[in-house]
Nanobody, 126 residues
Framework: QVQLVDSGGGLVQAGGSLRLSCVAS????????IAWFRQAPGKEREFVAA????????YYADSVKGRFTISSDNAKNTVYLQMNTLKPEDTAVYYC???????????????????WGQGTQVTVSS
């Protein structure tokens, strides 16, 4: 079992920044990827960014590329999502998720992830 606690959300004006944190505990040695997804009201949960736990390789959705940065501190079992130049359309509940394995290049697929955090609200005002 892997437990995830995500935090760091809040209210920010357009153009501002926030940093989300995801702390993993339990069998973290089994983790393959950790990702951030988000879900806006009335929309499906969508992929934001992912990091390969052991290698540090990173992947981004086109909508956040160049604005968001995912990173990890393996000693602290923590993954961060630095979000810059935020836009109102970034408003959503953000969830971190952990996968024990990823099939092919499916890092962006919700079904690949076994464990989820409780979510943290990010609201960007215009």
């Amino acid at each position: 079992q892997v437990q995830l606690v995500d935090s760091g959300g809040g209210l920010v004006q357009a153009g501002g920044s926030l940093r989300l944190s995801c702390v993993a505990s339990g069998r973290t040695s089994s983790v393959y990827d950790i990702a951030w997804f988000r879900q806006a009201p009335g929309k499906e949960r969508e992929f934001v960014a992912a990091i390969r736990w052991s290698l540090g390789s990173t992947y981004y959705a086109d909508s956040v590329k160049g604005r968001f940065t995912i990173s990890s501190d393996n000693a602290k079992n923590t993954v961060y999502l630095q979000m810059n130049t935020l836009k109102p359309e970034d408003t959503a509940v953000y969830y971190c998720a952990a996968a024990l394995t990823i099939s092919g290049t499916g890092y962006y697929l919700r079904g690949q992830y076994n464990y989820w955090g409780q979510g943290t609200q990010v609201t960007v005002s215009s």
